[in-house]
């Protein structure tokens, strides 16, 4: 399988680590990469990970058998209206965001030929952005969602499903809503919990210390991903409000529960939460072959 020439809108860990995989296995005659920032452009040309590249979207991808969108979720309807006049009639479009009902709804209203477009999200990611972030085995062995509609056009699936596959991915397929609501609790409420807590603790000092300063491994591990970029964070958060404020809730409740078990020096309420906690844990890792 050869995807032919794509571009890539948005050169950073995503897009990046998808071109490096599919130039591994020989799956792509050309890319061109499309962005805003000039210097990390020609980095990736620099690097080989595009074989040329531009600023404009709708020359980015006029000559493209596959475009993939790879930009913060507050970017899509710039770019589905940017490129809506140049993509021609057999043109793939998928995209690689965290939300796919906003997603969707974007593609419906811009662009013209929108059984093309084929909903993707690759669970896969670190807290570096970039194309220097990027890397070849991003996606080994990490599963890629995918959300067609049924007015999608099943060849156009066909070829965005092998795509992913031949970067290394497992692919899934689910309907969008479904997506959403599961994400919002794996990824996007560990992150907005992940900032909540850094806040919390850098906002409240004790007796004049910093307590950044006596912070060891668990604060470290709990808090990586604080580290990731806020303003696409924040688009996310905000394109799958519905979801994640339901998570919230949720977690809002687990918490309270601890709080009056502590109140109450429930010794046996909080080791019961702890414990059924660390068993759906361990149980979830040992599915997936173990670590930590």
Known sequence: MNIGRLSIIGVGLIGGSLARALRRAGAVSHITGVGRGRENLE????????????????????????????VPMGMYDQVFKAMADS?????????????????????????????????????????????????VELYDGRTCILTPLKSTNPAALSI?????????SRVVQMDAATHDDLLAGVSHLPHVAAFALVNAVHR??????????????????????????????????????????????????????????????DGDKLLDEFEAAKQARDAWLARQGGGA
């Open 204 to 265: 409240q000092k004790a007796g004049g210390y910093d307590p950044f300063e006596f912070a060891a491994g668990g604060f470290r591990d709990f808090t990586r991903i604080a580290s990731s970029s806020p303003y696409m964070w924040r688009d996310i958060a905000i394109c799958n409000r519905e979801p994640l404020l339901r998570k919230i809730v949720a977690l809002q409740e687990e918490l309270e529960i601890l709080r009056l078990s502590l109140e109450k020096q």
């Open 43 to 70: 980095r990736a040309l620099d690097l080989g990970v595009v074989d040329a590249w531009t600023q404009d979207i709708a020359e980015g991808v006029k000559d493209a058998d596959m475009v993939l969108i790879a």
């Open 87 to 135: 993509l021609g009639a057999g043109t793939i479009v998928t995209d690689a965001g965290s939300t796919k009902q906003h997603a969707i709804d974007v593609a419906n209203r811009a662009m013209k030929n929108r059984e093309n477009f084929v909903p993707a999200h690759p669970i896969a990611g670190t807290e570096q952005s970039g194309v220097e972030a990027s890397f």
């Open 160 to 168: 965005v499903e092998g795509m992913w596959q031949i970067a290394g």
